[in-house]
């Protein structure tokens, strides 16, 4: 897909294509330029003839023939795209909406943010409203939350999902069928469907904001780990049908789905 920088749009320059304006065909590619080419981008979504596969082993052969040794190695827009181009095989449909790269689980919640305003714009009625929602909130119809809870900014409840008295959730996306105990805190994360977080539960991560006053700003993608192999502070991620009990803590942590927590965890990956 092809996206027009624009200010309605989270905009990535990794993938750039020259089009040919009438028939939206791509003339030239580049994958991340150092110079610029055009200001439409490559957004990874791809339909692809079965004709691409002769391409491909082809390009293994000749890499074998060359005993390269990178055989095993074909990068599709290093190799595929680039030869493609300017073959009248090639072409790009343009979307002119928004569009981000969620490639973590702090960039999810970014995205979600960004979405959440777009709402606030072309589609106000969809957004949350009552005394106790701060900012961007969008609900789930299904859902069910207490007139107590304190939701928002950027909080997105999803199907069938149930928060009690008490709760307060800010910066996170809670999938469908959650339930969360009373006065439970979930703070920038991740919450898996039909996971159960119990009362006074504290579940937060670390927030990684683009700065809206830094020129060119973007969504960065931090390692995993530092350099001492140990987790950098994230977003915390509570995988599908996670149990976590009453009066513990989650920080900065992914629990992977079907967890039963037995005590507080921090900067840690629950396999």
């Not at 606030?120 to 299904?142: C, F, K, M, S, Y």
């Not at 469908?176 to 009362?199: M, P």
């Not at 060119?216 to 996670?242: C, M, Q, R, Y």
């Amino acid at each position: 897909g092809g996206l027009r920088n624009s200010r309605e749009a989270v905009v990535s320059t990794q993938s750039t294509g020259a089009n040919d304006a009438n028939n939206n065909e791509v003339e030239h590619y580049v994958e991340k330029p150092e110079t610029y080419v055009s200001n439409t981008i490559n957004c990874g979504i791809y339909v692809l003839g079965i004709g691409v596969l002769d391409h491909i082993k082809s390009l293994f052969n000749e890499q074998e023939k060359l005993s390269t040794g990178d055989s095993d190695s074909q990068g599709l827009e290093r190799n595929i795209l680039t030869k493609y181009a300017g073959s009248r095989k090639l072409f790009v449909y343009r979307h002119h909406g928004f569009w981000s790269a969620v490639k973590t689980p702090g960039t999810a919640v970014f995205s979600s943010q960004f979405y959440l305003s777009r709402q606030r714009d072309i589609n106000p009625e969809r957004l949350a409203q009552g005394p106790n929602i701060i900012g961007d909130v969008l609900i789930h119809p299904t859902a069910k939350v207490a007139s107590t809870a304190v939701l928002g900014p950027n909080v997105t409840i999803g199907a069938n999902t149930v928060v009690k008295d008490g709760v307060r959730i800010k910066h996170t996306i809670v999938l469908d069928g959650c339930t969360i105990e009373s006065h439970a805190c979930i703070l920038y994360s991740v919450v898996g469907g039909s996971t159960q977080v119990g009362s006074w539960a504290r579940i937060e991560g670390t927030p990684n904001n683009v700065n809206p006053n830094q020129p060119f700003a973007h969504v960065t993608n931090p390692s995993t780990f530092n350099e001492d192999g140990k987790l950098n502070p994230n977003i915390t991620v509570l995988g599908h049908n996670t149990s976590v009990p009453k009066g513990t803590m989650v920080l900065n942590s992914i629990i992977l789905p079907y967890k039963d927590i037995g005590h507080s965890y921090k900067n840690v990956i629950l396999l």
